[in-house]
């Protein structure tokens, strides 16, 4: 049995989900177990967790561009093939 191919959106969107899965930890983590203190340490924790995730959005963009760009043209190669042989 062979592996199947990885998809390759989502390889190139693999880092950026990685750092926002970290960051989301990290946002856990900065509130703490103690409830009393969850309210004040909560604005402080978003802030760090919406920073690290907006410092991902232009890597997956250019990442994800690529990506589909590469996959729309294999595409298009793919059919423009089919119609030489058909003709």
């Excluded at 969107?13 to 103690?34: E, K, Y």
Aim: aromatic share 4%.
């Amino acid at each position: 049995m062979s592996t199947p191919a990885p998809n390759p959106i989502l390889a190139a969107a693999a880092p950026s989900l990685v750092a926002t899965l970290t960051a989301l930890q990290t946002f856990i983590t900065n509130l703490g177990t103690d409830p009393a203190q969850v309210a004040v340490k909560f604005p402080g924790a978003l802030q760090i967790f919406l920073g690290s995730v907006e410092l991902q959005l232009p890597a997956v963009v250019n990442s994800e561009l690529g990506a589909v760009a590469t996959a729309a043209n294999t595409r298009i190669a793919s059919w423009i093939t089919s119609i030489q042989k058909a003709a």
